[in-house]
C-alpha cells in the first residue's frame, strides 16, 4: 500500500514468502529534504533469517510489524529485534514498532498499552495502523524518514565541527 501510494486493498494479496526489496522517497516535513528508504521485507519468516542478516549488515533504521490479534506475532518482536541488535554492534538505531490489523477491534488480543510500553523500554516508536482501511499506513515510515533525517544532521554537524 506504501509503495503503491495507498493503491487500492487486495482482498486476495499474496503474502510476503521471502524478501522483497522496497523503495520510497518520503519527504521530510517542514524541510526540503526527503529520503529515500530501501525496504527489505521478510514477511518475519524465521527461514530467511540468514538472507536477512546479510542485508542487514549496517542497518540505519528498523520497522518490525505485528498482528495486534495475534500474541505470538507480538512476542517475536524482541526476537526480531535482538536479531538486529546483534548485527548493529551495540549502536542504536531507531526505529518503529507497528501494531497493524486495528481493523480487526473484535480479535484484538495485544492491547496498545502493552505494545508502547515494550517499544519505550526498547527506544523505540510506537504506531498502529490498518493497512485494510488505510489508516496511518503511511505513519511508519514518516517516523523512520525522520529519524534518520535527524540522525544525519547530526553526523554532518560533528563533520562540520571537526574542520
Known sequence: MFCNDGAHFQKNYTLTTGVELLV?????PETNDSVELLIFDSGGKEFFTEMLEKLWEQPNAIC??????????????????????????????????????????????????????????????YCEISVKEMENYQTPFRILANSFHQLYKE???IFHSLL
Open 155 to 157: 553526523k554532518v554537524e
Open 64 to 125: 518490525i510489524v505485528y498482528d495486534v490479534t495475534s500474541e505470538q506475532s507480538f512476542n517475536n518482536c524482541a526476537k526480531w529485534l535482538e536479531k538486529l541488535k546483534t548485527q548493529s554492534c551495540g549502536i542504536h538505531i531507531p526505529g518503529v514498532l507497528v501494531g497493524n490489523k486495528t481493523d480487526l477491534t473484535d480479535r484484538r488480543v495485544v492491547e496498545q498499552k502493552q505494545a508502547q510500553e515494550w517499544a519505550e523500554t526498547n527506544g523505540l516508536e
Open 24 to 28: 520510497k522517497t518520503v519527504p521530510v
